[in-house]
């Protein structure tokens, strides 16, 4: 903790510090929207015909639906004709070999502070970066594959592992699913798959960051990571963006699927450009993550740190399947200038003695709205299941605003549920106490913000903590008085 | 070390303190001891300088420097340290992350460099001996779920670690027992020094009985009405602070 703090008084300097523009020659197919474009989407990607077909049925059902609007947000007309759905680095069909790379890219990335070379000698983690809608870099591929585990891009695992595709792309969350998944499953661009066999536990955390750089450009990932019987990993996600005036839609998918006795771990630091301060500009972040404790002791954890986009509309969820399966969902979610989130959990318990925890953490500052949204489903065969919510919610200053909206269904008499729920606010008898031993304002409401995280950020992996708590003071930089 | 001319303050349009003088020396202790509604705390606050309060006249010297136009983090920066009456709770912030963090930004402002993480573990352990501070205090989070006493222990301790010149304790001795009484007092007194001026603001004699002042204050309606040595506590004890009322008035 104290070593961000070291760090907080530089980084408010900063501003959004990841926004620049990286100025390489781009591959973009003009904007809009139909048939053509899946086709040309699909040949760009050379995919097979499957993959051509799933994504034409997913276009086809996605023009029947409507745009959901029951989430407590204000989210102007998206035209989804002026949208350009395909954008790659020029040269770059696939991931190639570090000395390959545009150094343009590469120095993006440093900036970024995730230097591929280091993090490959450092930090034990493997990397595939999303730049746009192409993987430009995968590292450590070797060392995972001598254990055993895949680890490639989706568009890379469309051709070489089609049956584990085929099997699986879209058993979680359907191309029927909702407005923004089926779009996903139309156009989605690339994304990460993650396989990891039976009984083996991942030898590393593994890592993506994806970046969305060109104008107009909407970026559709697509990540699938299953884990066999008794097979575990840890999956990181970081997000950052530069800045642009429009807005940009993101909208991703994430899918997990633990058998037997397996467990993932899935992290995100998410801090999108979130808009001016006027509102203006900023990204939609509408995701539709989703897990499947498909087998019995099965483990998913979402773990989630939100400080950035416009809009965050994600309920990261669990399908506890599996008896005996475990589903947990700890999150952060930061609002402030004209940022809004409608961001929770569903916990669908299935199985019998399925459990499962939500802990989430809003923080509104300046005219920021947070909500928290969670479903916790108790089904007829889940005897004995058991669920413990805990919603807290901070509110800096007196123009922002925090809303609950939990939902609970119980049809299971054995079942049992708890949701807590608190709302408090940065005192003035807390700043003074902090000011009076010598704190600076900024550093006190870090200090009392960080506190109050606390519970989320120690389910984060080490290096991701530092960076959240980082992130956190950034956001929260001049909100107080 | 502190002088205090002729001090007015108003909250909400209030005046609070009518006219307030008070000279404090390096090394000496002063009780300052009033009824309730007396101005004691708002005393205490315009000096740590707690926001609301309006000085209309008067001022304020701070070792030879006008005080007042410093911030409150300044005025910490510069040796001012409070003991509140009631300490808040910080949840989720460590204690000794806190202090931590008080302790440096105090050193960085003046010039010295940052202690580091082992330094500063091998400091509080001795601190928190001498205050008697179970180390399980210190790895609980600042305040929260302290008992009456715990919390001002934890005050003594900070201040044990952060080494004011001036050392202002506002009722510091409400809400003891006499056991944790005596043991506050014991680290105050351990405190004292040649350089360093307390004042401890009290509506109890009781307190005084264990930390010695050089000099006692009455402070009533914004004023200091009386002012003496140890004996015009113990006469305060005995009388009540009615007899001071009409003796002023007489």
Not at chain 2, 149 to 160: F, P, V
Request: proline fraction near 3%; aromatic fraction near 8%; hydrophobic fraction near 40%.
């Amino acid at each position: 903790m104290s070593a961000s703090l070291e760090n907080v008084n530089e980084l408010i300097e900063s501003g959004y510090e990841h926004g620049f523009v990286t100025n390489i020659a781009s591959d973009t197919i003009p904007p809009g929207l139909n048939q053509e474009t899946i086709h040309l989407i699909s040949a760009k990607k050379n995919e097979p015909e499957w993959m051509l077909a799933y994504r034409l049925r997913a276009f086809h059902h996605w023009l029947t639906m409507e745009q959901p609007n029951w989430a407590h947000l204000k989210i102007q007309p998206i035209d989804f004709q002026s949208i350009s759905y395909y954008s790659a680095p020029e040269n770059i069909t696939g991931p190639k070999s570090l000395d390959e790379i545009d150094p343009e890219i590469l120095s993006t990335y440093n900036k970024l502070g995730i230097p591929l070379e280091e993090q490959m000698a450092l930090a034990g983690i493997a990397v595939d970066a999303v730049f746009d809608s192409v993987s430009v870099a995968t590292t450590f591929r070797k060392n995972l594959a001598e254990a055993g585990v895949i680890f490639c891009s989706i568009s890379e695992a469309v051709k070489d592992y089609p049956d584990l595709l085929q099997k699986y792309l879209g058993s979680v969350v359907p191309h029927t699913d909702n407005f923004f998944a089926s779009l996903n499953a139309a156009v989605f661009s690339d994304g990460t798959f993650v396989y990891i066999p039976e009984g083996v536990r991942c030898p590393m955390e593994l890592s993506t960051y994806f970046r969305i750089n060109e104008a107009k450009t909407g970026q559709f990932e697509r990540t699938l990571i299953i884990a066999e019987k008794g097979a575990s990993v840890s999956y990181l996600e970081g997000c950052t963006a530069p800045t642009r005036d429009e807005n940009q839609l993101h909208a991703a998918v994430v899918e997990l699927i633990a058998m037997e006795d397996a467990a993932i771990k899935y992290s995100t630091v998410q801090n999108w450009y979130p808009g001016d301060k006027n509102g203006k500009g900023g990204i939609f972040n509408f995701v539709t993550k989703r897990g499947n404790c498909q087998g019995d002791r099965s483990h998913i954890s979402w773990t989630q740190v939100e400080t950035g986009s416009a809009i965050t509309w994600k309920y990261p969820s669990c399908i506890l399947r599996g008896n005996d399966s475990i589903g947990e969902f700890y999150s952060v979610a930061v609002t402030r200038g004209k940022q809004q989130a409608d961001t929770g959990t569903k916990m669908i318990h299935i199985g019998a003695n399925t459990k499962s925890t939500i802990v989430s953490k809003g923080i509104s500052a300046a005219q920021g709205q947070n909500t928290y949204r969670g479903l916790v489903r108790m089904s007829i065969r889940a005897e004995n299941a058991r669920n413990h919510s805990q919603c807290d919610s901070l509110l800096i200053g007196d123009q922002c605003g925090a809303h609950t909206f939990p939902y609970i269904e119980v049809s299971n008499p054995t079942a049992k549920v708890e949701h807590e729920a608190t709302t408090s606010k940065i005192s003035d008898d807390q700043l003074f106490y902090c000011r009076q031993r010598g704190l600076s304002e900024e550093n006190a409401v870090s200090l009392i913000v960080n506190g109050f995280c606390k519970e989320v950020f120690k389910e984060l992996p080490m290096e991701f903590a530092v960076e959240a708590q980082k992130l956190l003071a950034i956001t929260l930089e001049g909100s107080v008085g | 070390m502190l002088s205090i001319k002729n001090l007015h303050v108003v909250i909400d349009n209030k005046e609070i303190i009518k006219g307030l003088d008070l000279e404090v020396g390096a090394g000496e202790v002063h009780a300052i001891m009033g009824p309730n509604g007396a101005g004691k705390s708002t005393l205490a606050h315009i000096l740590s300088g707690r926001d609301g309060y309006t000085v209309t006249q008067g001022k304020v010297l701070y070792k030879g420097n006008n005080l007042l136009s410093h911030t409150t983090e300044e005025r910490s920066h510069k040796g001012i340290f409070l003991a509140m009456q009631y300490p808040v709770e910080l949840p989720g912030v460590n204690n000794i992350v806190f202090l931590k963090e008080a302790l440096n930004s105090i050193r960085v402002a003046n010039g010295k460099k940052a202690i580091d993480s082992i330094q500063f573990m091998k400091l509080i352990r001795e601190k928190a001996e001498q205050m008697k501070i179970p180390a399980k205090l210190l790895k609980r989070d600042v305040n929260t779920g302290f008992s009456g006493g715990e919390k001002k222990r934890n005050e003594i301790l900070q201040m044990a670690i952060l080494e004011p010149d001036l050392a202002i304790m506002d009722e510091t001795d409400s809400g003891l027992d006499i056991d944790a009484l005596r043991i506050v007092a014991d680290g105050v007194n351990s405190l004292r020094n040649k350089n360093r001026a307390m004042i401890v603001i009290t509506h109890y004699q009781r307190l005084l009985d264990y930390i010695q002042p050089d000099y006692v204050h009455v402070l009533s309606d914004g004023k200091i009405v009386r002012s003496g040595t140890k004996e015009l506590a113990i006469e305060l004890e005995e009388k009540g602070y009615g007899w001071l009322s009409q003796g002023a008035a007489a």
